[in-house]
T-cell receptor, first 114, second 111 residues
Framework: IAGITQAPTSQILAAGRRMTLRCTQD?????MYWYRQDLGLGLRLIHY???????GKGEVPDGYSVSRANTDDFPLTLASAVPSQTSVYFC?????????????FGPGTRLTVL | GNSVTQMEGPVTLSEEAFLTINCTYT??????LFWYVQYPGEGLQLLLK?????DKGSNKGFEATYRKETTSFHLEKGSVQVSDSAVYFC??????????FGSGTRLLVRP
């Protein structure tokens, strides 16, 4: 059982370029999340999806978009990367149908925008 | 709005020392509370949780008690090990089941 996988592991990107971070889970969880982790700020929610076909904005959605075409995949796209998007990005999933449930995290993608 | 405040790190301890990492929260109602741990180079994983007031979550020798009077959920361990070195995040679950994290506390345990 893989759990959650993310790709790529790391990436260096020129400002203005488009980039998609991939996330796949095999636990059939209904909910998925994208966070960014920055030193001293903890994890901040970018976008989420409570079920396939729906998405919502988190705390810091600007400059990012997501889609949820099926249960397993939840890609995060930076349409035109900027240096302030340099961060470590974590995807997570949970069975949120009843609350109080654990979120499972992927290993992260370290993104550097120059 | 909802928020979580953690003590700033890093916290440096010798092996077998007692650990406390403070966490307080601001929220409407009584949210579920969590501690997550992040080992170097990895994603976060759930350490323990408490879903209502006076509940005690425990796992791997760590404990935390949900105190609604002081809106706190402090993490404790009686005797830390080098392998406990990690970053610890306190979090609350809001009314739409999303997590709000504190800024994290780095723990370094020296042999």
């Amino acid at each position: 059982i893989a759990g959650i996988t993310q790709a790529p592991t790391s990436q260096i990107l020129a400002a203005g370029r488009r980039m998609t971070l991939r996330c796949t889970q095999d636990m059939r969880h209904n909910a998925m999340y994208w966070y960014r982790q920055d030193l001293g700020l903890g994890l901040r929610l970018i976008h989420y999806s409570n079920t396939a076909g729906t998405t919502g904005k988190g705390e810091v959605p600007d400059g990012y978009s997501v889609s949820r075409a099926n249960t397993d995949d939840f890609p995060l796209t930076l349409a035109s990367a900027v240096p302030s998007q340099t961060s470590v990005y974590f995807c997570a999933s949970s069975d949120s149908s009843s609350g109080h449930n654990e979120q499972f995290f992927g290993p992260g993608t370290r993104l550097t925008v120059l | 709005g909802n928020s979580v405040t953690q003590m700033e790190g890093p916290v440096t301890l010798s092996e077998e020392a007692f650990l406390t990492i403070n966490c307080t929260y601001t929220a409407t109602g009584y949210p579920s509370l969590f501690w997550y741990v992040q080992y170097p180079g990895e994603g976060l994983q759930l350490l323990l949780k408490a879903t209502k007031a006076d509940d005690k979550g425990s796992n791997k020798g760590f404990e935390a008690t949900y105190r609604k009077e002081t809106t706190s959920f402090h993490l404790e361990k009686g005797s830390v090990q080098v392998s406990d070195s990690a970053v610890y995040f306190c979090a609350l679950e809001d009314s739409s089941y999303k997590l709000i994290f504190g800024s994290g506390t780095r723990l370094l345990v020296r042999p």
